[in-house]
């Protein structure tokens, strides 16, 4: 969930194992905000948040220590994902485009439903919505107000795409995840940490 003055830098991490060498690539991604972070998503890739003014060495040192963290969690997302694929019914590519296609219009109907429902609980506005098709990104929102969402959130609980559309509108309040940000999610959706936590953990399983 990104907004528009990010801008990305690609770094590596070399290790080794039993499987060989490998080289990690890290997304460096700047924004505005107070604290540096590590992510690792579902499908393994890995990024580092840091506030605009980091140096090389900071960056540097932020990626060697948590290093090892970064690979175990990379692995463990790889293991996952190739779990989840074993148990996937198979599609043919002819059933999987019209499902998906079947989404996206459920999606470019729904979305908007949701928008103008937590619109008028918040006091803000969009100017448009954009129905994505992003690998990792749930939603995402502009200075220009654009709300973008990812249509497999269609596949979700209704509560968690409703945290989704949330915590996009939030942002219009707060370009940050300040305290700030999360305590207007949470006024608006007490038990907002559930939902975020199903993303977590089941976002991967959102797709066809
Ligand atoms: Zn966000």
């Known amino acids: 969930m990104k907004n528009n003055s990010e801008a990305a830098v690609t770094k590596y991490i070399n290790y080794s194992d039993r499987s060989g060498h490998h080289s990690l690539p890290v997304s460096v991604i700047r924004s505005k905000r107070k604290t540096g972070s590590v992510i690792v998503n579902a499908d393994g890739s890995a990024e580092l948040r840091i506030p605009l003014r ?62 103008q429902h937590f619109e008028k609980i918040m006091g803000v506005h969009h100017k ?33 795409l ?15 995840h300040s305290k700030a940000f999360w305590s207007t999610v949470e006024s608006v959706m007490p038990d907002y940490e559930k939902h975020r936590k199903w993303l977590n953990d089941h976002g991967q399983e959102l797709r066809i």
């Not at 990104?137 to 654009?146: A, H, M, P, Q």
């Not at 409703?162 to 219009?172: C, S």
């Open 54 to 115: 980091t140096s090389d060495s900071t960056i540097n040192d932020m990626l060697e220590g948590r290093a090892r963290w970064i690979v175990e969690k990379h692995k463990e997302m790889k293991v996952k994902e190739e779990a989840l694929k074993k148990h996937m019914p198979e599609l043919t590519d002819t059933q999987r485009a019209l499902l998906e296609k079947r989404y996206k219009k459920n999606a470019s109907e729904y979305f908007p439903l949701r928008v």
């Open 128 to 160: 448009k919505i954009a129905i994505r098709d992003q690998k990792t990104r749930w939603g995402s929102c502009s200075t220009s107000g654009t709300l973008s969402f990812n249509w497999r959130l269609i596949m979700a609980p209704p509560e968690v």
């Open 162 to 176: 409703d945290y989704v559309v949330v915590h996009e509108l939030a942002h219009f309040m707060h370009m940050d």
